[in-house]
Nanobody, 121 residues
Framework: QVQLEESGGGEVDSGGSLTLSCVAS????????MGWFRQAPGKEHEFVVA???????YYRESVKGRFTISRDNAKNTVYLEMNSLNPEDTAIYSC???????????????WGQGTRVTVSS
């Protein structure tokens, strides 16, 4: 079982940037794909981005060119750099670990507790 702990959420103005971090611990965390899902108020949980153990990435179309995921396997940490944020990005962002491509909740084995991102217009 892998445990995940996120940090880095907060409030930012439209057009601003935030970086989220997710530290994995437990059994062989580097062996799994890691990524982020989000849930906006009143909306369904949705996939955002994933990265596998060798750096292959997969992005939700609406965040391509604005968000960048990276992974430091030595630190068992995944980073999500979010630029050009807009109010539609406001959500609870949850770190996830599981099976590549990690695009659906059924592929997730472990979830973080979530961190709130608020983008003001």
């Amino acid at each position: 079982q892998v445990q995940l702990e996120e940090s880095g959420g907060g409030e930012v103005d439209s057009g601003g940037s935030l970086t989220l971090s997710c530290v994995a611990s437990g059994r062989h965390p580097h062996a799994y794909a890691m990524g982020w899902f989000r849930q906006a108020p009143g909306k369904e949980h949705e996939f955002v981005v994933a990265i596998n153990w060798n750096g292959l990435t997969y992005y939700r179309e609406s965040v391509k060119g604005r968000f960048t995921i990276s992974r430091d396997n030595a630190k068992n940490t995944v980073y999500l750099e979010m630029n050009s944020l807009n109010p539609e990005d406001t959500a609870i962002y949850s770190c996830a670990s599981g099976t590549w491509p990690l695009t659906r909740a059924t592929m997730v084995n472990s979830w973080g507790q979530g961190t709130r991102v608020t983008v003001s217009s």
